[in-house]
């Protein structure tokens, strides 16, 4: 089976932009999980979709949006891009969203 | 206090040694552990996964947890240089924290020649 694929793998912005990235989960598996990646906070989970509905959600700004197709694809979306978005940001799929979660790549951004 | 306690290191170790990861928690709801490796400038990759207490041993790794006591560990063996990444322990649980893992901020491992 394919793993979790995440595109872009690099981006770069300048502050104030908007920027959308994409995942498409492993086959069979309809739920996917986003999480930030710094240096200084480590993995913080931004949020699941399951079934193209949001059940979860963490402690980030509204900038931060995201949906997911019927086909369980999902794309994450940041508007009004600050400096302090630059990260790797990482999208993890599962059967159901309680068992195993499997990581794509990641998409690293930065933002100048 | 932050849910998931781990001890970032870094650890250096030399080849052939035993290796001892471990994290605490505070959220007694968590029933889901799992160990994740992460190699520089790529995504986590699983490694081990537990549901609930007790031991599970899979090649030179060894999972464990002790739910009494909010404990989880991993255990290398034989470590090679090729073990050498970041080590991060996640857990969930079922509820309001479905679908989300917690992670701790992860230990820096180096096995060396």
């Known amino acids: 089976k394919a793993g ?10 300048t502050r104030g932009q908007q920027v959308t990235l ?3 989960p492993i086959s069979g598996h309809r739920s996917v999980s986003w999480y930030q990646q710094t240096p200084g906070q480590g993995l913080q989970f931004l949020f699941e ?5 949001q ?3 963490g402690n980030f700004p509204g ?19 600050e400096l302090g978005d630059s990260a790797l940001y990482l999208c993890a799929s599962s059967v159901g969203g309680a068992d195993t979660q499997y990581f794509g790549p990641g998409t690293r951004l930065t933002v100048l | 206090q932050k ?9 250096s170790v030399p080849e052939g040694a035993i290796v001892s990861l471990n994290c605490t928690y505070s959220n007694s709801a968590f029933q889901y552990f799992m160990w994740y490796r992460q190699y520089s400038r790529k995504g986590p990759e699983l ?25 989880i560990s991993l255990f290398i063996r034989d470590s090679q240089p090729s ?31």
């Open chain 2, 47 to 71: 490694l081990m996964y537990t549901y609930s207490s007790g031991n599970k041993e899979d090649g030179r790794f060894t999972a464990q947890v002790d739910k009494s006591s909010k404990y």
């Open chain 1, 63 to 81: 900038r931060f949006s995201g949906r997911q197709f019927s086909n369980s694809r999902s794309e994450m979306n940041v508007s009004t891009l």
């Open chain 2, 3 to 11: 849910e998931v306690e781990q001890d970032p290191g870094p650890l």
């Open chain 1, 22 to 24: 994409s995942c498409s």
């Open chain 2, 83 to 113: 073990d050498s990444a970041t080590y991060l322990c996640a857990m969930s649980g079922r509820g309001s924290t479905l679908g989300r893992l917690y992670f701790g901020r992860g230990t820096q491992l180096t096995v060396w020649p």
């Open chain 1, 49 to 53: 979709y399951f079934s193209e509905t």
């Open chain 1, 55 to 57: 059940r979860n959600k």
């Open chain 1, 4 to 13: 979790v694929t995440q595109t872009p793998r690099y981006l770069i912005k």
